[in-house]
């Protein structure tokens, strides 16, 4: 299985100022300096390999939207729809056009504005061949995808896209199978509440849980994710503030920290962590140093267990399973 | 995780050794909520000695904000002696803008 992620900001899309830009090309003149490259491709490979992501790369600013791709006989498996939907979109018409079933499974975390606003963008949805069919734990997710391509919000109502949409509401504790992937749900702690979702088809196992905030007073409820996350090839977590932030300044917005992800993912067993759902008002350098912080968090507190592999998600990151 | 807990000059010192993690956070939380109760009654400032301990998960640093919230400002509460593992976990998780850290359990603020 390899997972794509289209789009991994938190709330708000963002994108680069030229000010960023100009910093990110001035640090890497300077570190090059003195140095000969033969061609671009020399100085790809110098940057990949002597600079850091956030000086040669970004991580994005589209808003929650990832892939689980079983390959190119299966349906196409999205969690929500934020603005990383419409390159997800894009791509998809070109895989659809080399033969792949026109065949979309959402999964749907919650129906906050970050996580729907790519649909109204989501070209398929003009494809009169399409089947898309929208799971969510909310029984209200037609109604959200409706009203936000009402007249008064977008000038394509939704009555007028041409896909077959047809909408599933799922409870927790009910697994279900979907796109040739048994799936199951775990209510989480946000305003108006999310799901997490387990996914496990062809001997792996992913689990997107994200706009999920894990308070102080509730840590015993904590036994129930542990137990969702278990042996999970990769934990796709909320880490949107630093734990100090969570417990304060940002308490009750419903979001989760790095050090709680890597504490769930030690006791769940799982093998592998995904930075995501990052805040907006983070700089690359910003979520840079907080992946790095992440690594030595894991370290730290590893005592004996195998190392739980770490990797910050970007728009436009692969993990293949 | 052991724990000890002594009246000391007009402050309570409270000294977990071990780990706390996701074994030891229920008895951890338990032992420093009752602390903070002594150190309300009496009104004195409730120091937690850090020097014993091996290192912290986010539920320990979780019930040092339960102990915060039962304190509710009566008292301050203080981590003292952080070894170098604790204090990167008290930065990494920015609980060091939290509480006052102090580096000896006789240091003031």
Redesign the interface.
């Known amino acids: 299985m390899l997972v794509r992620f289209w789009g991994t900001r938190g709330s708000l899309p963002v994108a680069q100022r030229a000010d960023a830009a100009l910093t990110k090309v001035v640090r890497a003149l300077l570190i090059a300096r003195g140095r000969h490259f033969a061609d671009e491709a020399e100085a790809a490979e110098f940057a990949r390999s002597d600079l850091e992501f956030a000086t040669y790369g970004t991580f994005g600013g589209a808003t929650p939207c990832v892939e689980l791709d079983a390959g190119d006989e299966s349906a196409f498996v999205v969690c929500d729809m934020g603005s990383g939907l419409r390159e997800f979109g894009v791509s998809a018409v070109r895989r659809c056009a080399e033969g792949r079933p026109r065949v979309y499974h959402f999964f749907l975390s919650h129906l906050h504005w970050d996580h729907i606003m790519g649909f109204p963008y989501f070209r398929p949805a003009q494809d009169s061949g399409a089947t898309i069919v929208i799971h969510s734990g909310h029984p209200d997710a037609e109604e959200a995808l409706r009203r936000q391509q009402e007249a008064i919000s977008f000038p394509v109502p939704f009555e007028a896209l041409k896909a077959k949409i047809e909408f599933a509401v799922h409870e927790p504790g009910e697994p279900f199978e979907a796109a040739g992937l048994q799936v199951s749900l775990i209510r989480q702690t946000h305003a108006r509440g999310s799901f997490g979702y387990r996914f496990e088809g062809g001997g792996k196992t992913v689990v997107y849980s994200t706009d999920a905030e894990h308070k102080?007073?509730d840590?015993d409820a904590e036994a129930d994710f542990e137990a969702f996350f278990g042996g999970a090839d990769l934990v796709i977590s909320d880490t949107m503030y630093?734990?100090?932030?969570a417990?304060?300044l940002k308490q009750d917005l419903g979001h989760s920290?790095?050090?709680?992800a890597?504490?769930l993912c030690h006791?769940a067993g799982a093998r592998r962590l995904a930075l995501f759902h990052h805040e907006p008002g983070y700089s690359d350098d910003d979520i840079q140093r907080m992946f790095y912080?992440?690594l030595?968090?894991e370290e730290?507190?590893r005592?004996g267990r195998p190392q739980l592999e770490v990797v910050c998600a970007y728009d436009g990151l692969e993990v293949e399973l | 995780m052991e724990w000890r807990l002594r009246n000391d000059e007009g402050r309570l010192v409270a000294a977990p050794t071990g780990r706390v993690d996701e074994e030891s956070w229920k008895e951890f939380s338990a032992n420093l909520n009752a602390a903070v109760r002594d150190a309300v009654a009496a009104s004195v400032p409730l120091v937690i000695d850090l020097s014993g301990l091996e290192y912290m998960t986010s539920k320990g640093l979780r019930a040092l904000t339960l102990a915060k919230n039962e304190a509710r400002g009566a008292v301050q509460i203080r981590l003292a002696a952080p070894n170098a593992t604790m204090r990167r976990i008290l930065s990494i998780s920015r609980y060091d803008m939290l509480f006052p850290v102090v580096d000896s359990v006789d240091s003031g603020d």
């Open positions: 102080p007073a840590m630093s734990l100090g932030e417990v304060s920290s790095n050090v709680v890597v504490d006791a912080e992440t030595r968090y730290l507190v005592a």
